[in-house]
């Protein structure tokens, strides 16, 4: 396996706040990772890095071999759009348009491959419907058709399932672990033993320091 992300003594502060200090990580293609820890000790911004969403304070990024830390924000973008796909908790959908607009608002996603992942997910049924319409589990399916329609290399998901009821949980495990059989990569920031259990490595962070990895 060759490395897609690689975090090099990765130093990231807020003012005097320090959210990472000195994390070395790698991601090696077809992982499937979870990242834990308490509230605070880093998880999200360790994830934003790696897909380039922030950058470091010291210390360098490093992304399908090229340098995240240092390109400027439209070459980061671009490698963004071709190579990740990212799940929020909180969705980030566009409460206005439509569920197959929403999908097809990614940058190269065409209609009809949109309505094929949204079908996949058991949402054929929704196209035209708007988030505010749906229930929490049908909002993150969108979120993860989102992810998929670009058929990313990896996927960078923040806490999918911390809202999510048990059944809405297991329908993402679902979809992340067919992702990851076809061979996609998964990084998974979670305080949820359930989904950290279906991840081949384990990082846990403790203010702001890497200090397990499994």
Same mark, same amino acid.
């Given at each position: 396996m060759s490395a897609l992300i690689t975090i090099d003594h990765v130093r990231k502060a807020h003012g005097a706040v320090v959210a990472l200090d000195d994390v070395s990580v *790698?991601?090696?293609r077809g992982e499937y990772v979870a990242i834990v820890g308490p509230s605070g000790s880093g998880k999200t911004t360790l994830l934003s890095l790696m897909g380039g969403l922030d950058r470091p304070t010291s210390g360098s990024v490093h992304a399908f071999d090229q340098p995240l830390s240092t390109l400027s924000? *439209? !070459?980061v973008t671009r490698i %963004? !759009? %071709?190579h990740m796909g990212f799940v929020f908790q909180l969705f980030h959908l566009i409460p206005y348009l439509s569920v197959l607009d929403n999908v097809r608002a990614v940058p190269a996603a065409t209609a009809d491959r949109a309505q094929a992942v949204l079908t996949e997910l058991g949402l054929a049924d929704r196209l035209r419907h708007r988030p505010g319409q749906l229930s929490? #589990?049908?909002r993150q399916r969108v979120g993860l058709a989102r992810a998929l329609v *670009? !058929?990313?290399d990896v996927i960078l998901a923040d806490e999918p399932t911390g809202n999510l009821d048990p059944a809405a949980e297991s329908e993402v495990s679902r979809v992340l672990d067919a992702y990851h059989a076809q #061979? #996609?990569?998964v990084v998974l920031v979670t305080h949820s033993d359930t989904m950290a259990a279906r991840a081949g490595r384990t990082i846990r962070l403790e203010a702001g320091r890497c200090v397990e990895t499994t």
């Open positions: *790698s991601i090696d924000t *439209s !070459a %963004r !759009a %071709r929490v #589990g049908e *670009s !058929a990313p #061979g #996609g990569t």
